[in-house]
């Protein structure tokens, strides 16, 4: 069965809506810990928005928005302490909001469709995800795209696995896929 995954840019006053119900989800809260009040979710998503070096997208599947991305720059980032950074490496935080699109294998599907856009960037040749060392699913699922573990780190908000996808890797492992 094939799905169509696209992307489109996050909007505040239409989109918030569903935020808060996703940030309020049982799967999302342990490592989201966004599960605030409105006023205090709008807040932090003001700033989110509103950030230069870092763009929010919501994930559709079929047209059906189930995920939110948060794609950045890692300079600029709190993660740019944690390694030696190169000028264009960027960053990404991910969530499957709608539950009944759960455990069905699409996180690896979504993870590489975004992967490829943040590689179309040419001078980006690393991009990095550090998820929550507890959240040993997406650590699987960033395994299976091409990321690579490196180290733990310790992040303001979480102790954190520093994950590298290198554009080669990357691009070797899904050749077959878009040739």
């Excluded at 809506?17 to 605030?36: A, G, R, S, T």
């Excluded at 928005?49 to 794609?71: M, R, T």
């Amino acid at each position: 069965m094939s799905h169509t995954i696209s992307f489109r840019p996050f909007e505040l006053g239409k989109d918030f809506p569903m935020i808060m119900e996703w940030m309020h989800k049982e799967h999302v809260i342990p490592f989201w810990q966004l599960n605030i009040s409105e006023e205090g979710l709008f807040k932090h998503m003001e700033k989110a928005v509103s950030d230069p070096h870092q763009k929010l997208y919501i994930g559709l599947l079929d047209g059906v928005p189930i995920s939110y991305w948060e794609c950045y720059w890692v300079k600029g980032d709190i993660v740019e302490d944690s390694y030696k950074t190169e000028p264009f490496d960027q960053g990404i935080h991910l969530l499957i909001g709608e539950t009944s699109y759960l455990g069905k294998g699409l996180s690896q599907h979504l993870l590489r469709a975004m992967l490829e856009f943040q590689f179309d960037y040419q001078a980006t040749q690393k991009v990095v995800a550090e998820p929550d060392c507890r959240n040993e699913k997406m650590i699987h699922v960033f395994e299976k795209c091409g990321f690579r573990k490196v180290e733990p780190i310790q992040l303001p908000d979480k102790k954190a696995m520093l994950m590298f996808c290198e554009r080669e890797v990357f691009e070797k492992r899904w050749s077959s896929v878009y040739s």
